[in-house]
């Protein structure tokens, strides 16, 4: 009973920063093997001879595999918990992203691809499940804090220091860069077992499908949707808006700021997060911001429209910490992974859909900002759910 109990006791403040780094350090991993992708996509192209849609599909498809990941890991969660879960899905990430660096022809690049994805996907519910094991209550919200802080600067180190960084260390390699980004995950996973609490497997085997009865696993899906759907989907078609107004010029800068923005985010959250998260005002208020600058970018011209976009992402980037922090205050520890999972299932089904569709109308009509709109239109129908959430810890929570 003693040694159960040390295993689940939150470590003392000073011990709390090497579990941060941890936490850190597994948040960047959730985005470094996707974005790494667009810069080194020309070069995987002329190699390989990809189509158009193969090569945004390098993007794309591991998108698509958070969507479709999700409910693998939670199942693995609840049969052998959330750390084990968390190294287990790093390990499967590594595979498949350092296999894209090996791979011969296009089938495997694809294969390959979709593990990375499966990997990333899996991490995604294991990390917010992990939290109430390794932290203290009043710790929840800083934890989601630090590792989404990780996961926005993984989008940013993995998009910017790329090609003029590593890329050119690696003799110009775009396989050799490909395994220097992914390979150091490896320790990361090994380093999760430092600390000594949780190592047991959990002693009864807890629900891992989505509770649809649950209203917060949908409310936050959809809200997580609009969020993820604007900032993927102006993400994609910020070259096609900017050619479109006639500043194609400035794709590159606007392309920086865009994704600073998220690191800017996370940023403040690190300190805002105890003030902010648990409060269905802060989601009101990022959600409309959140349209207001994705509209803007519509509307407006020149370096507004960009700046427009800006505040969509960073705003864009609060609201996604906000959503994520929710389910560790909100239900019991052995809860958090079915709720997270389940919402990442709707929220990332959402982020790959609506832009996907806004982008069939703006092909049928030839006007990027069409696919745009179709987002804003998405938000404003999901928009109204952020009034309608429950944000009191549900009944039975309290006891851990």
Request: aromatic residues 8%; hydrophobic residues 55%.
């Amino acid at each position: 009973m003693a040694e159960q109990q040390a295993a689940t006791t939150p470590p003392p403040p000073a011990r709390l920063l090497p579990v941060a780094v941890l936490l850190w350090l597994a948040g960047l991993y959730l985005r470094i093997p996707v974005l790494v992708a667009p810069p080194l996509a020309p070069f995987i192209g002329n190699e390989l001879a990809l189509s158009q849609a193969l090569t945004g599909a390098l993007t794309t498809l591991p998108i698509l595999m958070l969507a479709i990941g999700a409910m693998p890991g939670s199942l693995a969660i609840s049969r052998i918990g959330p750390r084990n879960t968390l190294a287990l899905a790093m390990v499967i990430m590594v595979t498949g992203s350092a296999g894209r660096g090996l791979v011969p022809d296009t089938l495997t690049l694809m294969i390959a691809s979709a593990v990375m994805g499966l990997g990333v996907a899996m991490m995604q519910p294991a990390l917010p499940a992990l939290l109430p094991r390794w932290l203290a209550p009043h710790h929840l919200a800083m934890g989601t804090a630090i590792y989404m802080n990780g996961m926005l600067m993984g989008e940013f180190i993995g998009a910017g220091m790329t090609l003029p960084v590593l890329m050119p260390l690696l003799d110009n390699s775009w396989r050799a860069t490909l395994m220097a980004w992914s390979l150091p995950a490896l320790l990361i996973a090994a380093a999760l077992f430092l600390p000594k609490r949780d190592l047991a497997r959990p002693v009864r085997r807890a629900a891992w499908l989505p509770d649809w009865k649950n209203p917060l696993t949908l409310r936050l899906g959809l809200l997580l949707g609009l969020s993820g759907s604007m900032f993927f989907g102006l993400n994609a078609y910020m070259g096609n808006l900017l050619e479109q107004q006639g500043q194609f010029d400035r794709l590159s800068e606007a392309l920086f700021c865009y994704n600073l923005a998220q690191v800017a985010a996370s940023l403040v959250m690190l300190k805002m997060a105890r003030l902010w998260v648990g409060r269905r005002s802060s989601i009101v208020v990022a959600a409309a911001l959140s349209m207001l600058g994705t509209i803007g970018a519509v509307l407006l011209d020149g370096w507004w429209s960009i700046a427009s976009a800006t505040l969509m992402s960073f705003v864009a980037g609060i609201l996604l910490i906000l959503l994520v922090a929710l389910p560790p205050l909100l239900v019991r520890s052995e809860e958090t992974g079915r709720l997270s999972a389940g919402t990442f299932l709707v929220g990332y089904t959402m982020a790959f859909s609506v832009p996907m569709l806004g982008g069939v109308l703006a092909d049928w009509s030839g006007d990027a900002r069409h696919a745009i709109m179709v987002m804003v239109g998405y938000a404003l129908l999901v928009f109204p759910l952020a009034f309608t959430l429950d944000l009191r810890r549900q009944a039975g929570s309290a006891a851990e």
